[in-house]
């Protein structure tokens, strides 16, 4: 591919969604529901096709990275030496995968939103937002500037801003849209940062002039162009604590974005907004940014390992504790937040460690089953009229087979049982195994995350579907209409089928993914990427992860869905007392950030507010005080009398006049 | 430029117009402000001319501030003042400013209050006359003229025109304007004998900085360096006091929050949008290039105060309930930011605030248009009364969307461009100062969005039950901002360019390495002591 053809292909797949998005917003209310429907689903249609045809051309080029970089306009130019940056783009395996994903699985919701908007007289706006919010996205994987990427970046925040507060009248929902915002400025801010030391410190040797002796001294770039700064990473320093730096700022921003500790509490509060919302940009696309972020930056990465140790360590925490609080909670689409924070935790471990296409193969398949699941539970929540917790639910297997079906295939492959996670998760597992910071430490709490999952997906099923409905809506449930079933329906396909295909003919060891993706963090100026297990410890792997997750969902089963396991006595216990009550206060971080930085900022602005500027006004009230002339004059001026201003014309003059001859008496 | 005195023009031309209302009766409230408005729109054009042609021009001049459209006269001989106009990629932009928002500030004169409107639009248009002259005058006693002659009319149109707190709010602006402005008028004259014992009877910029103040470097003791307290130092320092407390920086500030309390709206979009940066644009082009001994000397606490400016403007955004007093200090809070950029001393830097001062200007001017839409439409500004309005008033949510994004300098705004670089070259100084600046992001984004959603969300309120939506007209006002946000955001290369055209004749001026050296060292100073008794 050449470059003005991958400008024209981007530029398309960037221009679709945009032009979607204006049509929606501004003239989307003029012309009525048939016309957003059709503008907002056919942009993304358009979109989708566009990157087929990028997809097919990467494909069929030779083997190797195929990247092709171009520019599309210069957005600042400051002179040598200073900030350049153009709004280049960049087509490359990385990108095209995150293409089609956003695209197809966009694509997908925005047919299912159709159906679950339509009695929403917000649905231009909707439209509007969710288009936007794919032109981000596609902003964001096809940035190959920092700067442009960073635009990306808070432009998916803005995205997620809008959708969460979507219905603006509820109070909640207006705070955790601030919430999300806020947290992901800090992300920015971190990225933004991360990006002026690359600036300062990127450096390279001159190319030489051939029958030239040079003197080889590294020269400052003052570049903060991907591709440059990808070739040229080793300048900062490898395993300094610069790069440590860079990379840990990077990490902040991908935490932020990808919802992990210590940045992780917008994302059950992100719920508020409309299901397909949590579908599109709370599990399947935004939320992996900071996965793509890592692997985008894996050539510094592979030179700071302590910072990727840490990126592995929060990733695996991340999980763990996401997947403890999902036991507990009580609202259905947060029981899926929780786990699609534990399964981004596994991605963001798998980067951590080195295994870049195994945490890509992961979002993947997660895009899948995660919208399924999402999907699914918003055809449960109009069904049972807008109630979320599955308290209140029950039954609904025999109400909605098709859903529940479905649900089912997606909680298999959430739980790694069959489906889609089996693949993914035992894969990057596998290479946990013998990479990483402590490993096999951290591979062995990755086993323990497996039977969480087992059995908070299977909770989630048993409570919802199985057993008596517990609630006069949960009893006379029906089933969703054509237009919110039929994606639900692709997506557990997708669901079931994809591991499989990709993974043909053995269950472990190298997929179609590996073979796609390797080239991209494998090219020049990339560092050691991890190493894939031998084949039998890679079996052994699969069959004890296979295990875990069995014995997750045995649990589950026993306890949700035939009650012959009764779990309460045991946590009765008094060591293990105050778990229920942790996992179901999710452990207490928003009352704690409130009561570390919420409260006390406010108070501190409250007191600079009673005390900043009384104090600093004190020495005027001095002089007005003094001059209590002054002021009568000025309350005479209020009644408008000519002399009165004119009084102070003259004083201004008189003033002026003065200095003036001053300067010229004293001249001569 | 066919030498045409287009600085002339674009300086005469909101006088004549203020001149030709003085003719029209004063019942014709529609003639008035149309005069007033064609006034300004043809001032608009005539500065796109000017801008065009310095983005397209090479500047003229072998000085170290190259200039275009140079016009220079004799003005008072005996003191060697000259009226010596000229422009660069500094203030090209800020021009362009100066006519964008006056031209908005002239379209939302109420027409309704006919009383004394054609006092009022007159008074407006000598503002603007007087900040062009700022604008445009490489004579210092010229500058200062205007520099003057810019409150005068400002200071009728708040004491007029006014809400009822007025008497205060211009009070506390008189005392603040007049001690500063005077001192730096001492400082003039100071840098005029100077030159006069160089052999230069002058005020002229240029003269001036060819002949540069003898600079000498602090004191230097281990881990820091006191400033030496030289004529030249307080020559800084006057002209610094009068720039901070325009600008304003924390603590000159507190004359802005309740002025722009009190003030009429388009005095305000114009006072908010254009007469704060005049201190940020002395900075740059007197400050920094006359002075560049004492300034780097001052250069810590200066960004020192920068820094306090962003962090304190954004604490007192945060607890504020007045719509109008939210947006006074996030204004200190983001000119807080163009004073870092500026004393970074670095090309970046510099560049950045030149840029920022721009966008800030459409931001701010956009932010106090919505407030005053909102207070005509409710009758309050108290943030806890409000909410809903997005219900409501649609198109102004879509508006102040926009302008709310620009000011908490979202990537892809206009206010991300600015901002970013004024970082980078903050950075370059002192890491640290770029990291207290993005906490002023971070509390920019919660402050703004604390009152964007205040009171465009949450359930319709009483105030907000049967208020319309923007009028056509008003729209019409909000969108041209609205765009420049977004376009400035996605393409501030034009900007750019015509910035970074001048600014490194500005950083070359403010190197001090550049000057001659009188080095104090310790054992020098002790020596001196003992000497004395």
């Not at chain 1, 003197?215 to 300048?235: D, E, K, M, R, Y």
């Not at chain 1, 796609?516 to 031998?534: R, Y």
């Not at chain 1, 009764?566 to 206060?585: C, H, K, T, Y």
């Amino acid at each position: 591919m050449n470059a003005s053809t991958a400008a024209l292909l981007a530029g398309l797949v960037l221009l679709f969604p945009l032009a979607g998005s204006a049509l929606c917003g501004l003239i989307g209310p003029v012309l009525g529901r048939r016309f957003v429907n059709l503008a907002g689903t056919l942009s993304i249609g358009a979109a989708f096709v566009v990157t087929l045809v990028i997809f097919v051309q990467v494909l069929g080029a030779a083997s190797g990275h195929q990247s092709t970089t171009a520019t599309l306009w210069n957005w600042l130019n400051l002179g040598p030496g200073n900030l350049n940056v153009s709004v280049d783009i960049t087509i490359d395996q990385l990108s095209v995968l995150m293409l089609l994903v956003i695209t197809g699985v966009g694509l997908l919701i925005h047919v299912y939103s159709v159906g679950y908007m339509e009695h929403d007289p917000g649905a231009a706006r909707f439209f509007s937002y969710m288009n936007f919010f794919i032109f981000s996205m596609a902003l964001l994987v096809l940035a190959a500037n920092m700067v442009i990427l960073i635009i990306g970046w808070a432009a998916v925040a803005l995205s997620s801003y809008l959708l969460i507060g979507f219905w603006y009248e509820r109070e909640s929902a207006v705070l955790a849209a601030r919430k999300a915002f806020i947290t992901q400025v800090i992300g920015d801010v971190a990225l933004v940062i991360a990006a002026i030391l690359i600036f300062v410190n990127l450096s390279a040797v001159p190319a030489c002039p051939p029958n030239e002796k040079c003197a080889g001294l590294p020269q400052a770039l003052h570049t903060l162009s991907l591709p440059q700064i990808f070739a040229h990473a080793s300048s900062l320093g490898v395993g300094s604590p610069l790069i440590t730096l860079i990379c840990i700022l990077l990490a902040v921003g991908a935490f932020a974005k990808s919802a992990q500790f210590p940045l992780h509490t917008w994302l059950p509060d992100a719920m508020e907004g409309p299901t397909p919302v949590s579908a599109l940009i709370h599990a399947a696309t935004m939320v992996t940014a900071g996965v793509y972020l890592i692997a985008r930056f894996h050539s510094l990465f592979d030179l700071a390992p302590i910072a990727s140790g840490m990126v592995a360590c929060v990733g695996m925490g991340t999980a763990v504790m996401a997947g403890f609080i999902a036991l507990s909670q009580v609202d259905i689409k947060r029981v899926i937040a929780y786990s699609t924070m534990s399964q981004i935790g596994l991605m963001i471990f798998a980067v951590g460690i080195g295994a870049y296409a195994a945490g890509m193969y992961q979002f993947l398949l997660h895009a899948f089953f995660k919208a399924l699941l999402f999907l699914a539970a918003g055809n449960v929540i109009h069904a049972v009229h807008d109630e979320q917790d599955i308290r209140e639910m029950g039954g609904l297997d025999s109400r909605m087979r098709v859903t529940a079906w479905c649900f089912l295939v997606g909680s298999l492959a959430l739980a790694g049982f069959l489906f889609a996670g089996m693949f993914s998760k035992e894969d990057l597992l596998g290479f946990g195994m013998i990479n990483g910071p402590g490993s096999p430490a951290l591979y062995i709490v990755g086993i323990g995350v497996n039977v969480l999952t087992g059995l908070y997906a299977f909770r989630l099923y048993g409570t919802t579907f199985r057993g008596e409905p517990r609630s006069e809506a949960a009893r006379n449930a029906h089933e969703s209409k054509a237009v919110m079933l039929w994606p639900v329906v692709i997506l557990a396909g997708l669901s079931a089928l994809a591991g499989w295909i990709l993974q043909w003919p053995v269950a472990f060891g190298p997929h179609l993914i590996d073979a796609f993706l390797n080239p991209v963090f494998t090219s020049p100026g990339s560092g050691p990427i991890a190493k894939a297990p031998q084949l039998w410890p890679g079996v052994l792997g699969f069959v004890i992860g296979l295990t875990c997750s069995l014995i997750g969902i045995a649990i589950a089963l026993r306890i949700w869905v035939r009650h012959d396991l009764d779990p309460s006595r045991a946590l009765a216990r008094p060591g293990l007392r105050l778990l229920p009550r942790l996992s179901f206060n999710k452990l207490y971080f928003d009352e704690l950030y409130d009561t570390l930085l919420v409260r006390p900022t406010r108070a501190l602005g409250r007191g600079l507010r009673r005390v900043g500027d009384p104090v600093m006004d004190s020495w005027i009230k001095g002089v007005s005080d003094v001059a209590t002339d002054f002021s009568s004059v000025f309350r005479s001026v209020q009644t408008g009398l000519i002399r009165d201003y004119a009084s102070y014309m003259v004083l201004f003059v008189v003033i002026f006049t003065i200095g003036v001859m001053l300067a010229a008496g004293l001249a001569r | 430029m066919n030498g045409f005195p287009w600085l002339t023009a674009i300086l005469l031309l909101p006088a004549a117009g203020a001149l030709i209302l003085q003719v029209i009766p004063g019942k014709a409230a529609d003639l008035i402000k149309g005069v007033t408005v064609m006034v300004a729109a043809a001032e608009v054009v005539l500065v796109a001319i000017v801008v065009h042609g310095v983005a397209t021009t090479s500047a003229i001049g072998g000085g170290p501030l190259p200039m275009h459209y140079v016009e220079q006269a004799s003005w008072i001989p005996a003191i060697g003042a000259s009226y010596h106009l000229g422009v660069d990629g500094v203030s090209a932009w800020i021009l362009a400013l100066n006519a964008g928002v006056f031209l908005l500030g002239a379209l939302v004169v109420p027409r309704r209050s006919t009383e004394r409107l054609k006092l009022f639009c007159g008074l407006m248009l000598l503002a603007e006359a007087a900040t062009t002259g700022v604008l445009i005058s490489l004579d210092l006693l010229l500058f200062y003229v205007f520099w003057e002659g810019m409150l005068i009319p400002l200071y009728f149109l708040l004491a007029f025109y006014g809400n009822e707190n007025r008497g205060r709010a211009t009070l506390k602006f008189v005392i603040y304007t007049v001690a500063g402005s005077l001192l730096m008028l001492l400082a003039i004259l100071y840098l005029h004998f100077q030159a006069l014992a160089g052999g230069h009877n002058t005020f002229d910029l240029e003269v001036l900085l060819q002949n540069p103040l003898p600079v000498q470097t602090g004191v230097a003791l281990p881990f820091t360096t006191i400033p030496t307290l030289s004529p030249a130092m307080f020559a800084f320092l006057a002209f610094a006091l009068a720039f901070a407390i325009k600008l304003p920086m924390v603590p000159f500030h507190t004359w802005l929050p309740d002025l722009y309390e009190s003030a009429p709206a388009p005095v305000l979009v114009f006072f908010a949008g254009v007469v704060s940066k005049m201190g940020a644009y002395g900075f740059i082009r007197f400050g920094i290039t006359l002075f560049s001994g004492p300034v780097h000397q001052l250069q810590p606490l200066l960004v020192a105060l920068a820094i306090l400016s962003i962090l304190y403007g954004a604490m007192m955004a945060l607890s504020q309930t007045d719509l109008k007093r939210i947006v006074a200090y996030a204004s200190i809070s983001h000119l807080g930011f163009i004073a870092l950029g500026i004393f970074s001393l670095d090309q970046n830097g510099i560049d950045g605030a030149v840029i920022q001062i721009l966008n800030h200007g459409i931001i701010i001017a956009g932010l106090f248009l919505v407030v005053g839409v909102v207070e005509a439409r409710t009758g309050t500004r108290d943030i806890r009364e409000l909410g809903g309005l997005q219900k409501r008033m649609p198109w102004l949510y879509v508006f102040f969307l926009v302008i709310t994004l620009g000011a908490l300098g979202l990537p892809g705004t206009n206010g991300f461009v600015g901002e970013v670089t004024i970082m980078l070259g903050a950075f370059q100084y002192f890491w640290l100062l770029a990291v207290l600046a993005g906490l002023g992001v971070l509390l920019a984004s919660w402050y703004m969005l604390r009152m964007h959603q205040g009171m465009m969300h949450g359930p319709v309120r009483a105030v907000t039950e049967k208020v319309q939506d923007l009028r056509f007209r008003e729209g019409l006002v909000l969108a041209p901002l609205a765009v420049l946000i977004v376009l400035l955001g996605v393409f501030p290369h034009p900007v750019g360019t015509v910035a970074a055209q001048a600014v490194p004749g500005y950083v070359t001026l403010a190197d001090a390495s550049q000057h001659p050296v009188v080095v104090p060292t310790v054992a020098h100073v002790s020596a001196l002591t003992e000497v004395e008794p």
